[in-house]
């Protein structure tokens, strides 16, 4: 079985940074891919950002590009996210995921860690 645990969230003021990480377990851990999402209030879940696990490529949401850099340490099992130039409208409960197959849906998702950006 895979977990999946987020952890780094926090509050913030606009303008400042965080960096996200989310550690991966279990003895069948081999994603293909990994990314971010998040959840504002009364909101529903979006792509945030998204990274191969072999090769590294990534991909960002409009919203963040040029703000917040996805990567990945495989020999820690562990992806990131680093968030700079934080808004409030940045302010969500972040999720991890993971699929283990090319173009599937992702499986597994963490609990999710909040962000919260204070103006």
């Known amino acids: 079985q895979v977990q999946l645990v987020e952890s780094g969230g926090g509050l913030v003021q606009a303008g400042g940074s965080l960096r996200l990480s989310c550690a991966a377990s279990?003895?069948?851990?081999?994603?293909?891919?990994m990314a971010w999402f998040r959840q504002a209030p009364g909101k529903e879940r979006e792509f945030v950002a998204r990274?191969?696990?072999?090769?590294?490529?990534?991909a960002y949401a409009q919203f963040v590009q040029g703000r917040f850099t996805i990567s990945r340490d495989s020999a820690q099992n562990t992806m990131y996210l680093e968030m700079d130039s934080l808004k409030p409208e940045d302010t969500a409960v972040y999720y991890c995921?993971?699929?283990?197959?090319?173009?599937?849906?992702?499986?597994?998702w963490g609990q999710g860690t909040q962000v919260t950006v204070s103006s």
């Open positions: 990274i191969t696990w072999s090769g590294g490529s990534t």
């Open positions: 279990g003895r069948t851990f081999n994603p293909w891919r």
């Open positions: 995921a993971a699929t283990s197959t090319a173009g599937g849906s992702y499986q597994y």
